[in-house]
């Protein structure tokens, strides 16, 4: 006999300076670039009923991928105690280097112990679609004097086999 899982992922969203969208099991983000830096939440769901009042004691929340040129700080890993019938909202940031010119898998996995020892959880993963434009010159840091520019860091961000 299986029992019926209580620990949802119930909405995972993604934040850029530019969009914000809530991405399901399979579902592609796109127009990621090198250097950018995603902001992500996953809320996560006890579905007990509140007559069942069953909680999970800590739940813990991964979010991985298998490509090296993304970086992913989890700045909440767990979360100590998930009432019956309650959300909690975790979050961390996705980081593309530079140097990325392939699309990512991310994997989401939410998993924990109700009271009764009982595991549950979920899995879901999405792709980031990295795009590399042909000629990428972004303006990373300007610093303006009334009188003065002292100082300008430029970065030329084009495809590797592109000549200039």
Same mark, same amino acid.
């Given at each position: 006999?299986? *029992?019926?899982?209580? $620990? ?6 993604? /934040? ?11 579902? &592609? ?15 996560? !769901?006890? !579905?007990?009923?509140? !007559?069942?009042? @069953?909680?999970? #004691?800590?739940?813990? @929340? /991964?979010?991985? +991928? #298998? ?6 700080? #989890? ?5 100590? =105690? $998930?009432?019956?019938?309650? +959300?909690?909202? *975790? =979050?961390? =940031? ?9 699309? *990512? ?9 109700? #009271?009764?020892? *009982? $595991? ?27 009188? &003065? &520019?002292?100082?300008? =860091?430029?970065?030329? @961000?084009?495809?590797? &086999?592109?000549?200039?």
């Amino acid at each position: 006999m299986r *029992a019926e899982n209580n $620990l949802k992922i119930k909405r995972f969203r993604l /934040k850029t300076d530019m969009t914000s969208k809530t991405i399901g099991d399979g579902d &592609t983000f796109k127009n990621v670039r090198p250097g950018d830096e995603i902001e992500y939440e996953v809320e996560i !769901s006890n !579905s007990y009923s509140r !007559s069942e009042d @069953i909680d999970f #004691e800590t739940v813990y @929340i /991964k979010v991985e +991928t #298998e490509n090296s040129d993304v970086d992913i700080d #989890e700045e909440d890993d767990e979360i100590d =105690s $998930l009432g019956a019938y309650e +959300t909690e909202i *975790a =979050s961390g =940031s996705i980081i593309i280097e530079e140097e990325a010119d392939n699309d *990512a898998i991310i994997t989401v996995l939410v998993y924990g112990k109700d #009271e009764n020892g *009982a $595991l549950h959880g979920e899995k879901m993963e999405f792709k980031l679609d990295i795009t590399r434009l042909t000629h990428d010159l972004q303006i990373r840091k300007i610093i303006v004097n009334p009188t &003065t &520019t002292d100082n300008l =860091s430029l970065i030329h @961000i084009s495809e590797p &086999t592109r000549p200039y």
